[in-house]
């Protein structure tokens, strides 16, 4: 008998601490909406292989940062969300191109926000582009600018 007493105890802590992990990350996304984009800082995402609601707030959350931090005569005019990863293109008013993208969120905390790819592009179909640039995210307006001007 005390084996089943044992049993019915750990399901019923098993639901308690489920029940903690499922108000913690309740708490966590109330942060994150209230933080923006700054709130995914040091953010651990759940390992999938299916795509997770979290990531899918995340990269919504990171598009709206990358239109923020667009050059004034850019526009974003293509974006793509993988498994865990977003890249897109964005075209200036000359019709330049830069590509930009970001590595998997799950095995590369916070590049995201430190160490984005961006290069030239020659439209925004081109993958292989120009030479390959790291930027922030709080530099990602300046380094877009600098690469539009440039003669890459």
């Excluded at 019923?12 to 933080?35: H, W």
């Excluded at 590049?111 to 993958?127: C, G, P, Q």
Aim: glycine residues 6%; proline residues 3%.
């Amino acid at each position: 008998m005390r084996y089943a007493e044992l049993q019915k105890l750990a399901r019923s802590k098993q639901q308690e601490v489920d029940t903690l992990y499922e108000q913690a990350e309740k708490a966590k996304q109330e942060e994150i909406k209230k933080e923006g984009i700054d709130g995914w800082l040091g953010y651990e995402f759940e390992s999938s292989s299916e795509l997770t609601p979290e990531f899918v707030a995340f990269a919504r959350d990171f598009r709206k940062a990358i239109v923020q931090n667009l050059p004034m005569d850019c526009d974003l005019v293509n974006w793509s969300r993988g498994h865990f990863y977003v890249f897109g293109f964005i075209r200036n008013c000359d019709g330049r191109f830069v590509y930009f993208s970001i590595s998997d969120v799950r095995h590369f905390p916070d590049a995201w926000y430190n160490n984005i790819l961006i290069r030239t592009a020659k439209h925004e179909k081109d993958y292989k582009g120009g030479a390959n640039h790291d930027t922030s995210l709080p530099s990602f307006k300046s380094a877009v600018e600098e690469l539009m001007h440039s003669n890459e």
